[in-house]
C-alpha cells in the first residue's frame, strides 16, 4: 500500500537527546475541551513497565503501535460532541491533564512484564491487537464472563490513554494474538470494530433470513459481508447517502434503498422504505433488523419493517431519548428486541479471526479493497499529520488508519 504525503505537513522535529525518550502521540486537552476542536499532535514520554513503583505491571506489555484505526466515535472526540464527560472526569481521577486517543490498532509486544508469558502465552515481538474496553475482572458481569458488560470498565483512547501513539501499555488480558500472514495488517488494526459487526450478526441467528441494515456506515458495510457469509437469504441495506448505497451493494447486500434523512432525535419513520421493504418481503416484513445508525427514525423504520415474531438488533448509539412511534405494535407483533454492546471476549474475538483469515469468503479482499481503497487517501503516517489532511481523509472515506511504524 502506497500513502500519498501531505505536502503541508510540517517536518518532523530533528532527532535530539530531548525529542528520542518522548513518542508522537495525538491527544486531547482537559484545559481546553470546550473551547477547541480537533486532536494535538505532541510528543509526550512513552508508557514504561516499573514493577518495583507498580507491581501490577508484572502482568501489563508495552506494545508499539503500527496502525491504528480512526472510528465515529473518534471523530465524536474530535468534535468535542460526545463522551467529554467521561474523558474530563477519568483525567481529573488520574491527576493528569491531556488524554492519548484511539482504541484500534494492531501493534508489537516489545516488553512484557514478568507474569506475562507464564500467565498469558505473550512475548515481545508477538503481533497483537486488543479489546479496547479494560475490563476488571472482578465484578459480578466479569466474573459470570460476561466481560463486554463490566461494570468498571475502562476504554482506551477515553478512560485511559489510547493507541495514537508509538507505544501503549496495555493489561495482557486485553490483548489478542494476530497472524499477519492470514490477516494483512492493515485490517489487523480493525479488528475491534469489525468485531462489533460480528458482534451483531451473530446475536441472532441469520442463516435463511431476510435482513435489513439500517444504516450502511463503516459497520453496516462490515454487517452486509458478514451476514451475506453467515447465510442470509437477502440482505438490504438502508441508507440515505448514495455513495454508501453503492459501496454496501458491494459488500453484499442485495439491494440497498434510500431513505429520507432525519435529525437524529427526529421520531418519525419514513412510510416510504417501510412500504417498500414489505413490498420486497412480499408484505411480510424483515425477519431481521439490524439497526446500526442511531438515529430515532431508523430505530422506528427498523421496528416498523419487521415481520410479526422478527427481531430487532439495535447496535447504533446516541445518549438521550429516543421515542417509539406506536409503541403497541413491539408487543402486538411479538417483536424481540436486542442490545449489542462491544464484542464476547474472546467468543467474538475469535469468529472475527475465522471470517477474516478464510480468504474464500472474500472479506478480507472487500475491507483492503472497498473500504480501506488499497491504501490510496486512506492511510496518514502520524509524522504527516495535519489536521486539513486529516479532516478530509475522514470525510472521504468510511474508514482510515493512521501509521505509527511498519513491522
Ligand atoms: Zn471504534
Ligand atoms: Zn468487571
Not at 41 to 50: E, F, G, N, Q, W
Not at 185 to 197: D, K, R, S, T, Y
Request: aromatic share 6%; charged share 25%.
Amino acid at each position: 500500500m502506497t500513502t500519498p504525503k501531505s505536502s503541508t505537513a510540517p517536518a518532523l522535529e530533528p532527532d535530539t537527546t530531548e525529542t528520542r525518550d518522548r513518542m508522537w502521540a495525538l491527544v486531547v486537552d482537559a484545559t481546553t475541551w470546550d473551547q477547541g476542536r480537533g486532536f494535538r499532535r505532541t510528543r509526550v514520554a512513552p508508557p514504561r513497565l516499573d514493577e518495583k513503583s507498580a507491581p501490577q505491571d508484572a502482568v501489563h506489555v508495552i506494545v508499539q503501535v503500527l496502525y491504528a484505526g480512526v472510528c465515529g466515535t473518534d471523530r465524536g472526540i474530535y468534535e468535542r460532541t460526545s463522551l467529554g464527560e467521561t474523558i474530563l472526569r477519568s483525567l481529573a481521577e488520574e491527576g493528569k491533564s491531556e488524554r492519548i486517543v484511539g482504541h484500534e490498532l494492531v501493534g508489537r509486544v516489545v516488553e512484557v512484564g514478568s507474569d506475562v508469558p507464564v500467565e498469558f502465552g505473550f512475548r515481545a515481538g508477538d503481533i497483537v491487537s486488543t479489546e479496547s474496553h479494560i475490563f476488571c475482572g472482578r465484578c459480578y458481569q466479569c466474573r459470570l464472563g460476561q466481560q463486554h458488560i463490566c461494570s468498571d470498565d475502562r476504554i482506551i483512547g477515553v478512560s485511559r490513554d489510547g493507541g495514537f501513539a508509538e507505544y501503549i501499555k496495555l493489561p495482557a488480558r486485553v490483548l489478542w494474538s494476530t497472524n499477519t500472514e492470514r490477516i494483512a495488517l492493515e485490517v489487523a488494526a480493525i479488528q475491534e470494530p469489525f468485531g462489533n459487526a460480528v458482534h451483531t450478526c451473530t446475536r441472532v441467528d441469520l442463516r435463511g433470513k431476510t435482513v435489513g441494515i439500517f444504516g450502511c456506515g463503516t459497520i453496516g458495510l462490515f454487517a452486509a459481508m458478514i451476514a451475506r457469509t453467515l447465510g442470509a437469504a437477502h440482505v438490504i441495506g438502508i441508507e440515505p447517502e448514495k455513495e454508501r448505497r453503492a459501496l454496501a451493494r458491494a459488500a453484499g447486500a442485495d439491494l440497498v434503498l434510500p431513505v429520507h434523512r432525519r435529525e437524529t432525535r427526529e421520531p418519525s419513520p419514513d412510510p416510504e422504505v417501510v412500504r417498500q421493504l414489505h413490498d420486497e418481503t412480499s408484505g411480510v416484513g424483515l425477519d431481521v433488523a439490524l439497526e446500526m445508525s442511531g438515529f430515532n427514525s431508523s430505530l422506528n423504520n427498523a421496528i416498523a419493517s419487521t415481520r410479526r415474531g422478527g427481531e430487532v438488533v439495535l447496535f447504533g448509539l446516541h445518549s438521550g431519548d429516543f421515542t417509539i412511534h406506536k409503541y403497541e405494535s413491539v408487543i402486538l407483533k411479538g417483536l424481540t428486541l436486542y442490545s449489542v454492546i462491544g464484542r464476547e471476549l474472546f467468543r467474538t474475538w475469535t469468529f472475527t479471526q475465522r471470517l477474516l483469515e478464510d480468504r474464500a469468503n472474500g472479506i478480507q479482499d472487500k475491507i483492503l479493497g472497498l473500504v480501506l481503497q488499497h491504501g490510496e487517501g486512506t492511510i496518514l503516517d502520524i509524522r504527516d499529520f495535519e489536521a486539513d489532511t486529516f479532516e478530509r481523509m475522514m470525510r472521504d472515506h468510511p474508514k482510515i488508519l493512521l501509521r505509527f511504524a511498519s513491522l
